[in-house]
Nanobody, 124 residues
Framework: EVQLVESGGDLVQAGESLRLSCAASGFSFDDYLIGWFRQAPGKEREGVSCISGSNNRPFYTSSGKGRFTISSDKAKNTVYLQMSSLKPEDTAVYYC?????????????????WGQGTQVTVAS
């Protein structure tokens, strides 16, 4: 079965960097889009950045563009989110998700398979 496991969440200070990892199993990257999403308390879940498993082309939402970089390692079945210059407003549970959608999108409603999430907390 499709399984996604996030790791790397931590408590960090504002301005620091953090890299999240998403270990995937049970499917081929070539058939899926994989993305990073986040949800802060009291807020809707939102897309951060997503990537095509077939050609490794990334695309970003307004929240992810600029300071965040998504990448994938097909050989390791792993997707990463490199986060730089972290701000308190980046505090959220970060989720990895996958979809077989044919239309490129980084919105949560299009994604079918989800990991359990990893907590990122950014202090001042």
């Amino acid at each position: 079965e499709v399984q996604l496991v996030e790791s790397g969440g931590d408590l960090v200070q504002a301005g620091e960097s953090l890299r999240l990892s998403c270990a995937a199993s049970g499917f081929s990257f070539d058939d899926y889009l994989i993305g990073w999403f986040r949800q802060a308390p009291g807020k809707e879940r939102e897309g951060v950045s997503c990537i095509s498993g077939s050609n490794n082309r990334p695309f970003y939402t307004s929240s992810g563009k600029g300071r965040f970089t998504i990448s994938s390692d097909k050989a390791k079945n792993t997707v990463y989110l490199q986060m730089s210059s972290l701000k308190p407003e980046d505090t959220a549970v970060y989720y990895c998700a996958a979809t077989r959608a044919v239309v490129t999108t980084c919105q949560p409603w299009a994604y079918d398979y989800w990991g359990q999430g990893t907590q990122v907390t950014v202090a001042s």
